[in-house]
């Protein structure tokens, strides 16, 4: 892991913390995942200016790159699908080098596994640096379809047993998981 993506993992565990912290009351009464992602979002940019991120926020369900384009990323299967994460952090298009640095996916554990599934499917396209070759994130041009998130986290919350899974995804792999009680 380079040097920012051990800063970015830094800055989103201090945000998690503050998260769970501030916002166990919510996550206990059942509100949705959108409000809890919007809340974690806040904590996040929160912490830019400690972190040194400069020309990046924190955004809930952001289906636009550079402005117009919807967001894309290529399946399992090579399919062109629409894709809205549940929270990002990006340059809106800003730095061409290094647009994306974290993706989110946050469900609940009651919620269906093929949205699971889906959820992770999605962190696995979104950290990928290329699609096989066939196109990549160089850092020149923007890339047709979304990638080269520098991280990835799935989060699925479980209210009942307070807790919540972590899985770390970086270069489109599943890197690690932890389970954290709040």
């Known amino acids: 892991m380079n040097k920012q993506e051990k800063n970015l993992l830094k800055m989103f565990a201090e945000a998690i913390s503050i998260f769970f912290v501030k916002e ?4 206990l009464s059942g509100v949705s995942e959108r409000t809890l992602c919007g809340r974690l979002a806040f904590y996040i940019e929160n912490l830019f200016e400690k972190y040194r991120i400069e020309g990046y926020y924190a955004e809930i369900e952001c289906n636009r790159k550079q ?13 062109v699908v629409n894709v809205s994460c549940d929270l ?5 298009g800003n730095n061409i080098k290094q647009d994306n640095l974290i ?8 919620r269906p596994e ?5 959820d992770r499917n999605r962190l696995i396209a979104l950290t990928k640096d290329s699609y096989d070759g066939v196109w990549s994130n160089d850092g020149k041009t923007h890339p047709k379809h979304v990638c080269g998130y520098k991280l990835g986290f799935y ?3 479980d209210r009942d047993k307070k807790n919540c899974l972590f899985e770390l995804y970086r270069k489109g792999k599943k890197e690690s998981e932890r389970l954290i009680s709040f």
């Not at 993706?103 to 009651?110: D, F, L, R």
Request: aromatic share 6%; proline share 0%.
């Open 24 to 27: 166990k009351e919510n996550i």
């Open 67 to 79: 402005g117009w384009e919807i967001k894309t990323i290529i399946d399992n299967e090579f399919r």
């Open 88 to 92: 990002i952090i990006h340059s809106r």
């Open 103 to 110: 993706a989110v996916e946050m469900k609940k554990s009651n």
């Open 114 to 118: 093929e949205e699971k599934k889906s």
């Open 155 to 157: 989060m699925e919350i």
